[in-house]
Protein backbone atom coordinates (compact mmCIF):
# COMPACT_ATOMS: atom_id res chain seq x y z
CA UNK A 1 0.00 0.00 0.00
CA UNK A 2 1.34 3.46 -1.00
CA UNK A 3 1.72 6.08 1.73
CA UNK A 4 -0.40 9.06 1.61
CA UNK A 5 1.56 12.24 1.61
CA UNK A 6 1.56 14.95 3.88
CA UNK A 7 2.67 18.49 3.09
CA UNK A 8 3.05 21.35 5.61
CA UNK A 9 1.96 24.86 4.39
CA UNK A 10 3.02 27.80 5.12
CA UNK A 11 1.25 31.19 4.58
CA UNK A 12 0.59 34.39 5.24
CA UNK A 13 -2.95 35.77 6.05
CA UNK A 14 -3.87 39.16 7.85
CA UNK A 15 -1.33 40.01 9.68
CA UNK A 16 -0.39 36.29 10.86
CA UNK A 17 1.61 33.39 9.66
CA UNK A 18 -0.15 30.04 9.74
CA UNK A 19 1.01 26.23 9.22
CA UNK A 20 -1.33 23.88 8.22
CA UNK A 21 -1.23 20.11 7.34
CA UNK A 22 -3.01 18.60 4.12
CA UNK A 23 -3.06 15.27 2.20
CA UNK A 24 -3.50 17.51 -1.32
CA UNK A 25 -2.30 20.24 -2.42
CA UNK A 26 -2.59 21.41 -6.13
CA UNK A 27 -2.77 24.20 -8.58
CA UNK A 28 -6.71 25.34 -8.44
CA UNK A 29 -8.94 25.92 -10.97
CA UNK A 30 -8.89 29.32 -10.05
CA UNK A 31 -5.94 31.49 -11.43
CA UNK A 32 -3.25 32.42 -9.26
CA UNK A 33 -4.71 30.07 -6.01
CA UNK A 34 -3.84 26.63 -4.64
CA UNK A 35 -6.13 24.40 -3.65
CA UNK A 36 -5.64 23.07 -0.55
CA UNK A 37 -7.51 19.91 0.62
CA UNK A 38 -8.24 17.17 3.36
CA UNK A 39 -6.96 19.33 6.16
CA UNK A 40 -5.14 17.21 8.98
CA UNK A 41 -4.96 18.66 13.17
CA UNK A 42 -2.48 17.11 15.04
CA UNK A 43 -3.56 14.17 17.40
CA UNK A 44 -5.85 15.26 20.10
CA UNK A 45 -4.50 15.04 23.92
CA UNK A 46 -6.51 15.54 26.71
CA UNK A 47 -3.77 16.24 28.86
CA UNK A 48 -1.94 19.00 26.81
CA UNK A 49 -4.18 21.48 25.01
CA UNK A 50 -2.81 23.65 22.57
CA UNK A 51 -4.71 27.02 22.43
CA UNK A 52 -2.86 28.04 18.36
CA UNK A 53 -4.08 24.67 17.41
CA UNK A 54 -7.54 24.67 18.74
CA UNK A 55 -7.79 28.39 17.26
CA UNK A 56 -6.74 27.07 13.77
CA UNK A 57 -9.24 23.89 13.71
CA UNK A 58 -11.82 26.31 14.64
CA UNK A 59 -11.22 28.73 11.82
CA UNK A 60 -11.18 25.37 9.50
CA UNK A 61 -13.74 23.51 10.93
CA UNK A 62 -16.25 22.36 8.23
CA UNK A 63 -13.91 23.21 5.64
CA UNK A 64 -13.46 20.72 2.71
CA UNK A 65 -11.04 22.80 0.77
CA UNK A 66 -9.83 25.79 0.44
CA UNK A 67 -7.95 28.31 -1.99
CA UNK A 68 -4.69 29.97 -1.09
CA UNK A 69 -3.65 33.22 -3.17
CA UNK A 70 -0.34 32.24 -4.57
CA UNK A 71 1.54 35.19 -3.88
CA UNK A 72 0.08 34.72 0.10
CA UNK A 73 2.14 31.30 0.13
CA UNK A 74 5.45 31.39 1.70
CA UNK A 75 6.12 27.46 1.55
CA UNK A 76 4.99 24.35 1.10
CA UNK A 77 6.73 21.34 1.81
CA UNK A 78 6.23 17.63 1.36
CA UNK A 79 6.36 15.98 5.50
CA UNK A 80 6.21 12.29 7.22
CA UNK A 81 3.73 13.04 9.89
CA UNK A 82 1.19 15.48 10.50
CA UNK A 83 2.15 17.97 12.87
CA UNK A 84 1.17 20.77 15.20
CA UNK A 85 -0.37 23.72 13.43
CA UNK A 86 -0.31 27.03 14.28
CA UNK A 87 -1.11 30.76 14.01
CA UNK A 88 1.81 33.59 14.90
CA UNK A 89 2.66 36.68 14.39
CA UNK A 90 4.72 38.14 11.36
CA UNK A 91 7.80 39.13 12.64
CA UNK A 92 10.52 41.18 10.85
CA UNK A 93 9.84 42.06 7.21
CA UNK A 94 7.11 39.77 5.89
CA UNK A 95 5.99 41.62 2.59
CA UNK A 96 3.56 39.71 -0.05
CA UNK A 97 5.21 39.07 -3.29
CA UNK A 98 4.67 41.92 -6.15
CA UNK A 99 2.07 41.27 -9.11
CA UNK A 100 1.96 43.06 -11.80
CA UNK A 101 -1.87 44.21 -12.22
CA UNK A 102 -3.87 42.48 -15.57
CA UNK A 103 -5.80 45.10 -17.61
CA UNK A 104 -5.72 46.03 -21.27
CA UNK A 105 -2.80 46.17 -22.79
CA UNK A 106 -1.22 49.78 -24.33
CA UNK A 107 -3.21 51.44 -26.79
CA UNK A 108 -1.81 50.97 -30.50
Not at 73 to 80: F, G, L
Amino acid sequence: MAKQRIYKIIFFNQGQVYEIYAHKVAQGGLMGFIEVEQLSFGERSQVVVDPSEERLAAEFEGVQRTYLPMHAVIRIDEVERVGTGKISDAKGNVTAFPIPGYGPGPKR
